[in-house]
């Protein structure tokens, strides 16, 4: 045992090492563009220089008479061939970028050049000179220009603004008041594995290798866009290398790629660069908040207002709407909520780990930390005034809520009652010392999701789920809940995921898979248990002949009922059958019908945390020490620790895993990253890992996470709460504390850079 | 046009013709077959491809696979304590919980396995600073060093690298 495998509290699973570890560390798990292709010829985009215009011409001699090039694919080669890409579900975007020529953002794809080798279409694709008619481009929020249109509506995601009560009157009631705006900037998610497509047609069947967050809805989108039967179609993705959002929705290269294949007859592999995926693949987009609160001295808020403006493209109506969890955070009383989309000439923004909530939790849990100073009162104690069991929004109770609990006891580990509340009150030699803390939340979403297990006689247990490994832990945990609920060891069990040809699982986004998954291979064991129950009470002579089924269970590949046992293996003998496998569809409540038919076509039907009868959220709190120091004001993040409730854990390893990762991925937010643009030409500047700034190891001192114990039924079968995107809302704002404990500025706009404190 | 370049990759001599203008990384992934060197920029900024050369680590992204002529190369594939027997840097990986989506982990591995020959008794603050070149988005790092730490540790107990 050791810190990375905390000993499970109640309603903890054990905490097993990842499944596919020794994978791992050994350099034998196969990510897409490690698999060896046959005759594969490889593929560079060609990006575009400008921002907005028209591409008027294209000059490719020059490329093709580069040794090796084999094809130039450019605007116009596709039509006919290849559907345009659609917006929304598992498209990340509408721009169709070789079927016009239209210019709608920088680094828009203009050409795909094809060659026998890397090194050759990296060259060809250098000498292709194009000719654009520019226009001047708005690069984004202030920029002349820009279209701003209200997000109510504008999506069928964020249908309208939640609201409670009357803002204004409660407002004018208010003894203390914040009115104060707040920003975040345009993120890239950088995951390590470069993004990339391998696409291979074998008798009318493409198979298409690149990581992935949804294999499924990906295959049905490819098959639209190739003009083809999906199942024609596999879409396969074992392993990732990082994802944060960036491999949910299916981007336009993947199609081109694939149609470059056909076109060519051969395979066709295109990794891109790091410097295009800024421009090819989605983001963050930036946001602006402006908040009111209103409070009466003894704390209690009386009105809450949160405006938001978030950037997106101009064709894509893409809503971040945070709104729809910060109205319903705390007992505000009255509350009035806005937001809006700023068209820029930029590509379309898409999730990004804990889309919604990182930055609108951001700004709410910054003004709440304004409003505890404004009030002189312990910011702790300020949120537990305004804790609450019932959302105000539609007055309806949260499903659990361990806020509180959490809190108390990071603020216990974190040693909270050494602050002193005094502005740079606490110091070590050179350094400023300051504390803060703040609320990490995630809404519990669970989507339809299908899964097969097969259970042989001699106690092997195979799970079979479309879902994808994208460093979650996932494999791990679905083989933990098929070898609890079929009393086996968990080394005995194997994973298939990952792939379009296995049954299908939701995109592995919206912290739903752990529930998701979970939920069906638990439908599909329980169907196995009432096969093998049965065969063990109708046996004429058996030793649990007669019993109820209801009275069984199992246990260490046994069937159980007090002291009466029969090995699993002999009931299935007493079968006549060597292997017992079943498919099970987990449909979460409140779904329509077709909600499996549906997630077999690549339409999502996921089921928030604020639908049903019950609200349900993963709450966490956390609190961070920094050291700024006096004279330069570097900013060190010397400790953190979160404690978090998120329902049943499957495995507190992992699930601590996910959360520190989450906390990590918060100071990045905080203090590191931002995609820095060219205002006058709508480009990106620093567009690789020199310049966009993320955690390194040096960056990163002490971590800890509790894990509290909740249990809440009303979630889903399985119990869970997700957490993957837990971990990382609360670190900004708690970070951003802190800062201000420490000097008294009070940074309203991320990142928390050394020039915002000099 | 191709060179004939020879080398010794994880204690086996080799010969391979590649083109002059081939990086390592690529030379070690394509006419190597060794894909567990990973390509998570390109550029010498992130580490996921770091092989040990001639005992140092390098960037193999930043190393043309013709300079490795005559040069002792180690990457991931070599790593073993044993037949079937991961190496004790994987061992505490796995048991510390250094590798989630596992994309960075084999470079980390390697750089950590070049620490600990120059420094089989580094301090957290060393093992820190030795591996920021080394880039991971997942785990939030504490892992990583803790990893690193056991090795460490063991090495003191007599294991060896």
């Given at each position: 045992m050791n810190e990375a495998a905390p000993l499970p509290k109640g309603n903890m699973g054990e905490p097993v090492a990842r499944i596919d570890a020794r994978l791992k560390v050994t350099g034998d798990a196969r990510y897409p563009a490690d698999l060896p292709v046959r005759d594969v010829a490889h593929a560079v985009l060609v990006t575009s220089p400008i921002a907005r215009g028209r591409l008027t011409q294209l000059h490719t001699e020059a490329a093709r008479a580069v040794p090796g090039v084999l094809d130039i694919i450019a605007a116009g080669d596709v039509d006919g061939e290849l559907e345009r890409p659609q917006f929304g579900n598992s498209g990340s975007t509408s721009i169709a970028p070789l079927h016009d020529r239209r210019i709608w953002h920088d680094g828009q794809i203009v050409a795909l050049v094809v060659a026998e080798t890397f090194e050759a279409a990296s060259e060809a694709a250098a000498l292709v000179r194009a000719d654009f008619q520019a226009e001047e481009p708005s690069s984004g929020f202030g920029s002349p220009g820009i279209e701003i249109i209200p997000a109510a509506g504008a999506s069928p995601l964020y249908p309208e603004n939640p609201e409670a009560g009357d803002f204004d009157a409660a407002w004018a009631t208010a003894e203390i008041s914040i009115d104060e705006t707040y920003s975040t900037p345009t993120q890239h998610h950088n995951p390590m594995e470069l993004f990339s497509t391998t696409a291979s047609w074998f008798d009318g069947d493409v198979t298409v290798n690149e990581s992935s967050q949804n294999v499924t809805g990906w295959k049905n989108t490819l098959a639209r866009q190739l003009k083809v039967d999906p199942e024609h179609v596999r879409v396969v993705s074992p392993y990732v290398g990082g994802a944060f959002g960036s491999r949910g929705p299916m981007t336009p290269r993947t199609a081109i790629i694939a149609h470059a294949a056909r076109r060519l007859g051969r395979p066709v592999r295109c990794v891109v660069t790091r410097k295009q995926a800024y421009t090819t693949q989605t983001y963050r987009a930036e946001t602006r908040h402006h908040i009111r609160m209103g409070a009466m001295k003894d704390g209690r808020i009386v009105a809450f207002r949160h405006e938001g403006w978030e950037l997106t493209s101009r064709p894509d109506n893409y809503v971040v709407g945070g709104t729809g969890t910060t109205a319903r955070m705390y007992g505000y009383g009255a509350v009035e909520t806005k937001v809006s989309l700023v068209k820029a000439d930029r590509n379309t923004p898409s999730y990004m780990r804990s889309p919604p909530e990182t930055p609108y939790v951001y700004a709410l849990e910054n003004a709440m930390d304004e409003m505890a100073v404004a009030l002189a009162m312990d910011p702790v104690e300020f949120r537990r005034v305004n804790d609450t069991m019932t959302e105000p929004i539609e007055g309806k109770p949260f499903s659990s809520r361990s806020l509180m609990e959490c809190y108390d006891q990071a603020a216990e580990a974190f040693g909270w009652n050494r602050r002193t509340r005094g502005i740079g009150s606490m110091r070590d030699g050179d350094w400023l010392v300051g504390m803060g803390c703040a609320t990490a939340v995630y809404p519990t979403n669970v989507a339809p999701c299908t899964a097969r297990v097969r259970l042989t006689a001699d106690g092997r247990i195979r799970v079979q789920s479309g879902s994808h490994e994208i460093g979650t832990g996932i494999r791990t945990v679905a083989a933990q809940m098929a070898a609890e609920r079929l009393g086996a060891p968990f080394w005995s069990v194997e994973v298939e995921m990952g792939d379009s040809s296995l049954p299908p699982a939701p995109v592995s986004g919206g912290s739903t898979s752990t529930a998701s998954v979970c939920s069906a291979v638990m439908k599909a064991c329980d169907a196995i248990r009432a096969r093998l129950f049965h065969a063990a009470v109708t046996a004429n002579d058996g030793p649990l002949s007669g019993l109820a089924p209801a009275d069984l269970g199992i246990a260490d590949g046994r069937i159980v009922a007090g002291a009466r046992v029969e090995a699993v293996a002999n009931a299935m003998e007493r079968m006549g059958v060597g292997e017992i496998e079943e498919y099970a569809e987990f449909a979460p409540e409140g779904s329509s019908a077709d909600a499996i038919a549906n997630l077999y076509k690549g339409k999502l039907e996921m089921r928030m945390g604020e639908e049903g009868a019950k609200v349900k959220y993963a709450f966490g709190a956390e609190f961070v020490e920094v050291r700024i120091h006096r004279l330069t004001r570097e900013t060190r993040v010397s400790r953190l620790v979160g404690a978090f409730a998120a329902g049943r854990i499957m495995n507190p390893r992992t699930a601590r895993s996910q959360l520190m990762g989450g906390m990590i991925w918060g100071v990045g937010c905080a203090l590191h990253e931002a995609t820095e643009m060219d205002r006058h030409s709508a480009r990106y500047v620093n567009t690789d890992l020199q310049d966009y700034l993320v955690p390194v190891n040096a960056d990163i001192q002490d971590v800890k996470v509790i894990l509290v114990e909740e249990k809440d039924t009303d979630v889903n079968p399985a119990g869970v709460k997700g957490l993957g995107e837990l971990g990382n809302v609360g670190t900004p704002a708690a970070v951003a504390s802190a800062v201000y404990h420490a000097t008294g500025k009070r940074i309203r706009d991320l990142p928390i850079r050394i020039e915002d404190l000099l | 046009m191709k060179r004939l370049v020879s080398m010794t990759v994880n204690g086996e001599e080799i010969e391979l013709a590649i083109p002059p203008y081939r990086t390592l990384l690529d030379v070690l992934r394509n006419e190597g077959r060794l894909t567990g060197t990973k390509k998570g920029c390109d550029v010498g900024d992130c580490g996921a491809c770091t092989v040990i050369m001639d005992g140092s680590p390098v960037n193999s992204c930043l190393v043309l696979g013709i300079e490795a002529e005559g040069a002792t190369i180690e990457t991931?594939?070599?790593?073993?304590?044993?037949?079937?027997l991961p190496h004790l840097i994987q061992e505490k990986f796995m048991d510390h919980g250094g590798a989630q989506c596992g994309f960075c982990t084999p470079g980390i591995i390697m750089m950590t396995k070049a620490l600990l020959k120059e420094n089989p008794n580094p301090t957290e603050s060393e093992v820190r600073f030795a591996i920021a070149g080394n880039i991971c988005r997942c785990t939030g790092y504490a892992k990583i060093v803790d990893a690193v730490l056991a090795a460490a540790e063991d090495l003191r107990k007599g294991r060896t690298l």
């Amino acid at each position: 045992m050791n810190e990375a495998a905390p000993l499970p509290k109640g309603n903890m699973g054990e905490p097993v090492a990842r499944i596919d570890a020794r994978l791992k560390v050994t350099g034998d798990a196969r990510y897409p563009a490690d698999l060896p292709v046959r005759d594969v010829a490889h593929a560079v985009l060609v990006t575009s220089p400008i921002a907005r215009g028209r591409l008027t011409q294209l000059h490719t001699e020059a490329a093709r008479a580069v040794p090796g090039v084999l094809d130039i694919i450019a605007a116009g080669d596709v039509d006919g061939e290849l559907e345009r890409p659609q917006f929304g579900n598992s498209g990340s975007t509408s721009i169709a970028p070789l079927h016009d020529r239209r210019i709608w953002h920088d680094g828009q794809i203009v050409a795909l050049v094809v060659a026998e080798t890397f090194e050759a279409a990296s060259e060809a694709a250098a000498l292709v000179r194009a000719d654009f008619q520019a226009e001047e481009p708005s690069s984004g929020f202030g920029s002349p220009g820009i279209e701003i249109i209200p997000a109510a509506g504008a999506s069928p995601l964020y249908p309208e603004n939640p609201e409670a009560g009357d803002f204004d009157a409660a407002w004018a009631t208010a003894e203390i008041s914040i009115d104060e705006t707040y920003s975040t900037p345009t993120q890239h998610h950088n995951p390590m594995e470069l993004f990339s497509t391998t696409a291979s047609w074998f008798d009318g069947d493409v198979t298409v290798n690149e990581s992935s967050q949804n294999v499924t809805g990906w295959k049905n989108t490819l098959a639209r866009q190739l003009k083809v039967d999906p199942e024609h179609v596999r879409v396969v993705s074992p392993y990732v290398g990082g994802a944060f959002g960036s491999r949910g929705p299916m981007t336009p290269r993947t199609a081109i790629i694939a149609h470059a294949a056909r076109r060519l007859g051969r395979p066709v592999r295109c990794v891109v660069t790091r410097k295009q995926a800024y421009t090819t693949q989605t983001y963050r987009a930036e946001t602006r908040h402006h908040i009111r609160m209103g409070a009466m001295k003894d704390g209690r808020i009386v009105a809450f207002r949160h405006e938001g403006w978030e950037l997106t493209s101009r064709p894509d109506n893409y809503v971040v709407g945070g709104t729809g969890t910060t109205a319903r955070m705390y007992g505000y009383g009255a509350v009035e909520t806005k937001v809006s989309l700023v068209k820029a000439d930029r590509n379309t923004p898409s999730y990004m780990r804990s889309p919604p909530e990182t930055p609108y939790v951001y700004a709410l849990e910054n003004a709440m930390d304004e409003m505890a100073v404004a009030l002189a009162m312990d910011p702790v104690e300020f949120r537990r005034v305004n804790d609450t069991m019932t959302e105000p929004i539609e007055g309806k109770p949260f499903s659990s809520r361990s806020l509180m609990e959490c809190y108390d006891q990071a603020a216990e580990a974190f040693g909270w009652n050494r602050r002193t509340r005094g502005i740079g009150s606490m110091r070590d030699g050179d350094w400023l010392v300051g504390m803060g803390c703040a609320t990490a939340v995630y809404p519990t979403n669970v989507a339809p999701c299908t899964a097969r297990v097969r259970l042989t006689a001699d106690g092997r247990i195979r799970v079979q789920s479309g879902s994808h490994e994208i460093g979650t832990g996932i494999r791990t945990v679905a083989a933990q809940m098929a070898a609890e609920r079929l009393g086996a060891p968990f080394w005995s069990v194997e994973v298939e995921m990952g792939d379009s040809s296995l049954p299908p699982a939701p995109v592995s986004g919206g912290s739903t898979s752990t529930a998701s998954v979970c939920s069906a291979v638990m439908k599909a064991c329980d169907a196995i248990r009432a096969r093998l129950f049965h065969a063990a009470v109708t046996a004429n002579d058996g030793p649990l002949s007669g019993l109820a089924p209801a009275d069984l269970g199992i246990a260490d590949g046994r069937i159980v009922a007090g002291a009466r046992v029969e090995a699993v293996a002999n009931a299935m003998e007493r079968m006549g059958v060597g292997e017992i496998e079943e498919y099970a569809e987990f449909a979460p409540e409140g779904s329509s019908a077709d909600a499996i038919a549906n997630l077999y076509k690549g339409k999502l039907e996921m089921r928030m945390g604020e639908e049903g009868a019950k609200v349900k959220y993963a709450f966490g709190a956390e609190f961070v020490e920094v050291r700024i120091h006096r004279l330069t004001r570097e900013t060190r993040v010397s400790r953190l620790v979160g404690a978090f409730a998120a329902g049943r854990i499957m495995n507190p390893r992992t699930a601590r895993s996910q959360l520190m990762g989450g906390m990590i991925w918060g100071v990045g937010c905080a203090l590191h990253e931002a995609t820095e643009m060219d205002r006058h030409s709508a480009r990106y500047v620093n567009t690789d890992l020199q310049d966009y700034l993320v955690p390194v190891n040096a960056d990163i001192q002490d971590v800890k996470v509790i894990l509290v114990e909740e249990k809440d039924t009303d979630v889903n079968p399985a119990g869970v709460k997700g957490l993957g995107e837990l971990g990382n809302v609360g670190t900004p704002a708690a970070v951003a504390s802190a800062v201000y404990h420490a000097t008294g500025k009070r940074i309203r706009d991320l990142p928390i850079r050394i020039e915002d404190l000099l | 046009m191709k060179r004939l370049v020879s080398m010794t990759v994880n204690g086996e001599e080799i010969e391979l013709a590649i083109p002059p203008y081939r990086t390592l990384l690529d030379v070690l992934r394509n006419e190597g077959r060794l894909t567990g060197t990973k390509k998570g920029c390109d550029v010498g900024d992130c580490g996921a491809c770091t092989v040990i050369m001639d005992g140092s680590p390098v960037n193999s992204c930043l190393v043309l696979g013709i300079e490795a002529e005559g040069a002792t190369i180690e990457t991931i594939e070599g790593q073993h304590a044993g037949p079937d027997l991961p190496h004790l840097i994987q061992e505490k990986f796995m048991d510390h919980g250094g590798a989630q989506c596992g994309f960075c982990t084999p470079g980390i591995i390697m750089m950590t396995k070049a620490l600990l020959k120059e420094n089989p008794n580094p301090t957290e603050s060393e093992v820190r600073f030795a591996i920021a070149g080394n880039i991971c988005r997942c785990t939030g790092y504490a892992k990583i060093v803790d990893a690193v730490l056991a090795a460490a540790e063991d090495l003191r107990k007599g294991r060896t690298l």
